[in-house]
Nanobody, 122 residues
Framework: QVQLVESGGGLVQPGGSMRLSCIAS????????MGWYRQAPGKQRELVAT???????NYADSVKGRFTISGDVAKNTVYLQMSSLKPEDSAVYYC????????????????WGQGTQVTVSS
């Protein structure tokens, strides 16, 4: 099993910045990708950004140019630097760690954090 602990989040004004952090522990040797997803009220959970053990990153179109994912999968850490935040970025943000083979996430190795609330409001 893998445990994920997120930190950061809270209330920020539109146009502001915020940084989320996630640390994984446990049986992390199987993990090849970490990332962030978010879920707003009444909406499905959606991908925000991911980073692979090789350093490749992927972003949702809605956050490209505003959010930056960083970290080291081998060191079990991932960060999300969010800038130019908009009210529509408000959501619960979840850290994810997974084993991915040829773009397929193996269900047995798909782990989630408890989530952290990000609210963008004046």
């Amino acid at each position: 099993q893998v445990q994920l602990v997120e930190s950061g989040g809270g209330l920020v004004q539109p146009g502001g910045s915020m940084r989320l952090s996630c640390i994984a522990s446990g049986s992390t040797g199987s993990i090849t990708r970490m990332g962030w997803y978010r879920q707003a009220p009444g909406k499905q959970r959606e991908l925000v950004a991911t980073i692979t053990s090789g350093g490749a990153t992927n972003y949702a179109d809605s956050v490209k140019g505003r959010f930056t994912i960083s970290g080291d999968v081998a060191k079990n850490t991932v960060y999300l630097q969010m800038s130019s935040l908009k009210p529509e970025d408000s959501a619960v943000y979840y850290c994810n760690a997974a084993r991915v083979i040829a773009t397929i996430v193996l269900p047995k190795y798909d782990y989630w954090g408890q989530g952290t609330q990000v609210t963008v409001s004046s």
